[in-house]
């Protein structure tokens, strides 16, 4: 069974970093596609960033204060998040996808706020 685990969320000030995780099992991990997702008060879900092997992918709104990254050892895919905006305040998730459907953590908030 796939399982995804998201924790690290929190409540940050302007400025500040969080790192996210998201521990995986019932599959692959170190040749699975994983990704983040987040979706903001109020709005649909916004693709953040992807790793596939050591390829990686960024929204433009995160590119250069994000980094995604894995550890194949510990099935675990993480977000470091540096420089937040209020913008960035959402509820996280990871996923991956097999042929058939994807698969989605349970979500963890992060808030970005004085």
């Known amino acids: 069974e796939v399982q995804l685990v998201e924790s690290g969320g929190g409540l940050v000030q302007p400025g500040g970093s969080l790192r996210l995780s998201c521990a995986a099992s019932?599959?692959?991990?170190?040749?699975?596609?994983m990704s983040w997702v987040r979706q903001a008060p109020g709005k649909g879900l916004e693709w953040v960033s992807n790793i596939y092997r050591s390829n990686t992918y960024y929204a433009d709104s995160v590119k250069d204060r994000f980094t995604i990254s894995t550890d194949n050892a510990k099935n675990t895919l993480y977000l470091q998040m540096n420089s937040l905006k209020s913008e960035d305040t959402a509820v996280y998730y990871c996923?991956?996808?097999?042929?058939?459907?994807?698969?989605w953590g349970q979500g963890t908030q992060v808030t970005v706020s004085s």
């Open positions: 019932g599959f692959t991990f170190s040749t699975s596609a």
């Open positions: 996923n991956t996808e097999s042929p058939i459907r994807v698969y």
